[in-house]
């Protein structure tokens, strides 16, 4: 039986990146994230219709990246967290930066960045909100990234939506819980692709460190500014390692010291940042040459500091390239995996350095989403955020009636 309600994807259905997802509930209507794919040159979602409120689940690009515009189209309410909008705020300004360093066009300036800022409506976990009509809204961690949210809508129905979400306890967040609904808008990136045991993971990263640094070596560990850096320095904390810390990584562990709650232990991070060395000066990226260990953005190494490291080291066989997270297709750090070569803003050069890659993904693996949707026992399950979502459909299509939308198709729940 039809529930009046629909939705409709405005981009990210069936890709991880442009995430934007309409839901329209009694006379309501609802957005859930405005993201951009920020490719080279970027990619957006279609433009949505007016809206009473957004819903933003956190400061990844592909999630967060366009509310700068919707922002200066008209006037919005962001429902977030404030480790989000401020994380947000800095990523969206940085953005604006490299599209005109890479001469690309994007349809938001940083003064609509700034003016973004008054749109957030900050909130918490744990915490609830009216709607109107018969809805209010419940707000719960995505275990994700600190102040990631899943929002959870009551009414008639209960309806749950993920945004991005992980179940493990990482160094840096605590794992999500499944919550009891009726619909449940669940992320896939991982379909069909299971995580490494994350203990045997790290004892893996940490002992070829060793080994990098007793051959003489320097370890060079691109991660993303966002979490992954710190979750880096929180594996690394203990090991007593000289190790620098290079890029908006720095910036935004301070700003995510402001927020305990949100974090797995804010003494553990406190620490852990006292005891690297930070790098803010070009005489100090000189010594960070000589140090151990550098944590430096970006992740994928199609900019930032990481380039002029890599600069300096490519030709050192002794030295080793650790990467944190899952290339994308058409990125560097995809090419140095897949060709051992890496581009040099526009010049592409042989690296000779070791290259590994590590699994910190942040999200839930395959059995772990299955084990997700299954224990919050709803009627329909509707997959998002994935380039391939069929083995998702295949493991749960017993459990619920599966959905797997394309951009722009209206459908009716
Ligand atoms: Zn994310
Ligand atoms: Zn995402």
Redesign the pocket.
Known sequence: MNSGIRCQFLGGSDEVGNLAMILEIEDMRFLFDYGMSPGKPPTFPLPPPPVDLTFLT?S?L??CGMIPWLCSQSDHRIITTQPTAMVSNLLQKDTVKIAQMDGYSIPFTSADVKEAEHSYVPVEPGKRRDLGANYSVNYHSAG??PG?LMFELVGDKKLLFTG?LNVIDTRLVRGTKPVQCDMLFMEGTYAGREHENRKQMEREFLEKIDEVINRGGTAIIPAFAVSRSQEILLVLSNAGHDVWFDGMGRKISKLYLKYPKYLHSVNDLKKALKKVNMVHSEQSRKMAMKGEVIITSSGMMDGGPVLSYMNKLKNDRKSAVLLTGYQIPGTNSRLLIEKGKLNFYGVLEKVDCEVQYYDFS?HAGHSELVEFAKRCNPEKIILFHSNDRTPLVEALKDTAEVLTPMKGEQFDL
């Open positions: 956190h990844h592909d999630h994700h990234i990631a991005d942040a």
